[in-house]
């Protein structure tokens, strides 16, 4: 094997997507199972989500609306690996791993901040 080559990235063509299926399933179970924030994203992903179909819009502008949501989700789970790989280093207080553990938050408010400015442009335009 290679030296450039992972251990762990053995399989290839359709095993590999198998695989890759059963890592994201895992993943997302973890995520529910351990951290309140992902469930918290996820309950408002199942409001606003089935609420955008409902809504007088646009084919676009609720395609926006579905992807801020979804977008949440993606960040919300990188911001969790991000603290599990942190935590698993070290649990001693250093400030790059404040540093990275804050940098994640911040991409999260900046998601959620996403929704609540891309569904408030949608639905005022709409109002007015």
Same mark, same amino acid.
Do not use: M, R, T, W
């Given at each position: 094997m290679s030296p450039d080559r992972s251990l762990y990235k053995g399989t290839s063509g359709i095993q590999r997507i198998f695989n890759a299926t059963r890592y994201s399933?895992?993943? !997302?179970?973890t995520a529910f199972q351990n951290e309140a924030a992902f469930r918290q994203i996820? #309950? @408002?992903? &199942? @409001?606003? @989500?089935? &609420?955008s179909f409902v809504m007088p819009v646009s084919r676009v502008e609720q395609a926006l609306m579905v992807a801020v949501c979804l #977008? /949440? #989700?993606?960040?919300? #789970?990188l911001n969790s690996a991000i603290e599990a790989v942190v935590d698993r280093i070290s649990m001693e207080q250093h400030e790059l791993s404040k540093n990275a553990k804050d940098m994640g938050s911040a991409a999260q !408010?900046? /998601?959620?901040?996403?929704i609540t400015v891309t569904w408030g442009i949608i639905l005022i335009g709409h109002s007015l």
């Open positions: 399933v895992a993943g !997302f179970k996820l #309950l @408002i992903n &199942l @409001i606003l @989500i089935p &609420l #977008l /949440a #989700l993606i960040v919300e #789970l !408010f900046v /998601a959620l901040s996403l």
